[in-house]
Structures are given as C-alpha cells and as structure tokens.
C-alpha cells in the first residue's frame, strides 16, 4: 500500500499570499496517478489537479501541480477567499486508491 | 446535468447490514469506472472499492474486505455497495465518485454523500 503523508497539517495564510501543501509518497510511482481534491465544509470533494500536474475542467489557473516520484506539490499562486479548505492528494495508479490526510488551508 | 445521488444509509447496529445505492444521471454509465469513498465524521478521505465499467474488475480496501460488495448494474444506471458485519468504525459519509473514464483514472464526479451511523 502506498501511503501519502502530506504537510503542513494546518497552513494558515492570508489572501493574495501563495500557498505551498506538498504529498509525500512511501513508495515511489508514476505522476500520472496523482490528484488533488478540495473539499469545503459540507460538500463533496471537487477534483483541482490529475496526472500530477494537468488542472481538471474549470479550474483556474492559480492552481498548479507539480512532482514526480514521492515528492508532489499543490501550489496555488495567489489565494482568494473561497480557496479556503481542506486539500487532499490521492494515488489512483495501484489498490488500495490512497488519499493523503489532508491539509487545512485556514484564514490567517 | 451530470449527477450522482446517493441512497439507503441509515443509523444500524453493529453487527447489521445495509443496501448502499448511487443513481447515476446525464451520461453514459457504462462507459465509466466507479468507486465508492467514506469519511468519518471530522476525518479524511478513504477510498473503499472500485468497480471497473463492465464488473471485470474490482477491488477493496482492507478495512472491508470480505465485509463490502460493489456491483453496478449498468441497465439502471446504478451503483452499490452491500455492506454487511458492520463495525463503529464504518461510520461515515459515503460518497460514489465516478473515474474519469474506464480504468485508473481520478475521480471527477461526486454524489452528495449518505450518512452510515452503526451504533447500539
């Protein structure tokens, strides 16, 4: 099983400040199987980024991914106020299907 | 409008059973991989189970397997999950997520989420 451990827990910054949440792999795999979700408080999970890097449909362009190996990175250049919410990575390459723990984008 | 909507959770004892169901409208049901995902309440994501476009493949979680049956029946455009031997730990939102295609693929569609509570 491929376990994804993503950092910081809890980030906490202000709008227009970049954010930086890195995914970290126990095993090394394709960045072709990698996603991002946003989740808000109530709400399903939306799908921001797959194949590490490639933006879903009608998301903007101030999210990026990045990576390759066991190391990923969700960037998101300037933050607005509904960018605030728990992200989370998952590998979909090999079962189990594993998401990351999630980190909590909060207000500062 | 493409849509999933999820039915049949409930509060059940340990030990119970329940019929887990994802209607699927707005697209070729068929043409897609699903999957089953749940979080506990104030938790993460966990994927459960994956089921490919025609049943040929399928696959589990640890923590459900031999407990949990996916099936999908592409005629009624469904999804479902049997759920049986529950535990309190089960307790959680369950969400149907459709892939993206056939395959291994992300998951870009999500049903609302049904609520399973399995307490005494």
């Known amino acids: 099983e491929i376990v994804l451990t993503q950092s910081p827990g809890t980030l906490s910054l202000s709008p227009g400040e970049r954010a930086t949440l890195s995914c970290r792999a126990s095993q090394s795999f394709s960045s072709s199987y990698l996603a991002w979700y946003q989740q808000k408080p109530g709400q399903a999970p939306r799908l921001l980024i797959y194949g590490a890097s490639s933006r ?41 299907y594993t998401f990351g723990q999630g980190t909590k984008l909060e207000i500062k | 409008e493409v849509q999933l909507v999820e039915s049949g959770g409930g509060l059940v004892q340990p030990g119970g059973s329940l019929r887990l169901s994802c209607a699927a409208s707005g697209f070729t049901f068929s043409y897609y991989s699903m999957n089953w995902v749940r979080q506990a309440p104030g938790k993460g994501l966990e994927w459960v189970s994956y089921i490919g476009t025609s049943s040929d493949n399928i696959y589990y979680a640890d923590s459900v397997k031999g407990r949990f049956t996916v099936s999908r029946d592409n005629a009624k455009n469904s999804l479902y999950l049997q759920v049986n031997n529950l535990r309190d730990e089960d307790t959680a939102v369950y969400y149907c997520a459709r892939a993206t295609g056939s395959g291994r693929l992300p998951f870009d569609i999500w049903g609302q989420g049904t609520m399973v509570t399995v307490s005494s």
Not at chain 1, 57 to 76: E, K, N, Q, V
């Open chain 1, 56 to 96: 879903a449909t009608g998301i903007p362009d101030r999210f990026s991914g990045s990576g390759s190996g066991t190391d990923f990175t969700l960037t998101i250049s300037r933050l607005e106020p509904e960018d605030f919410a728990v992200y989370y990575c998952q590998q979909y390459g090999s079962s189990p």
